[in-house]
């Protein structure tokens, strides 16, 4: 089992960056798959990326490809989602999740752990 806190969220003009954490309690930490996920308000919970438990493979949804970045260090059981160029629809609450099936994980329904989300809101 593994328990998870996110971190770094607020608020950020148009054009700026964040950087959310994911602070990962539990010993297997780093056998888990971690996705990112956010949701406006109104909106369903949409993907944002995943990382592969190792960090070698990452993939990104393409409303935020090459703008966001995920990197873990398995060391300190910490996740991290950088955030640039933020524009005013990345508004959200931002939940990091984890998986120890490397599949579908772009479906939330793939994930067993969820933290309980860090909102972030880009002001135009």
């Known amino acids: 089992q593994v328990q998870l806190v996110e971190s770094g969220g607020g608020l950020v003009q148009a054009g700026g960056s964040l950087r959310l954490s994911c602070a990962a309690s539990?010993?297997?930490?780093?056998?888990?798959?971690i996705g990112w996920f956010r949701q406006a308000p109104g909106k369903e919970r949409e993907f944002v990326g995943y990382?592969?438990?190792?960090?070698?493979?990452?993939y990104y949804a393409d409303s935020v490809k090459g703008r966001f970045t995920i990197s873990r260090d398995n060391a300190k059981n910490t996740l991290y989602l950088q955030m640039n160029s933020l524009k005013p629809e990345d508004t959200a609450v931002y939940y990091c999740?984890?998986?120890?099936?490397?599949?579908?994980?772009?479906?939330?329904?793939?994930?067993?752990?969820w933290g309980q989300g860090t909102q972030v809101t880009v002001s135009s």
């Open positions: 539990g010993r297997t930490f780093s056998s888990y798959h």
């Open positions: 990382i592969s438990s190792s960090g070698g493979s990452t």
């Open positions: 999740a984890a998986s120890n099936r490397f599949i579908l994980l772009t479906m939330a329904s793939k994930y067993d752990y």
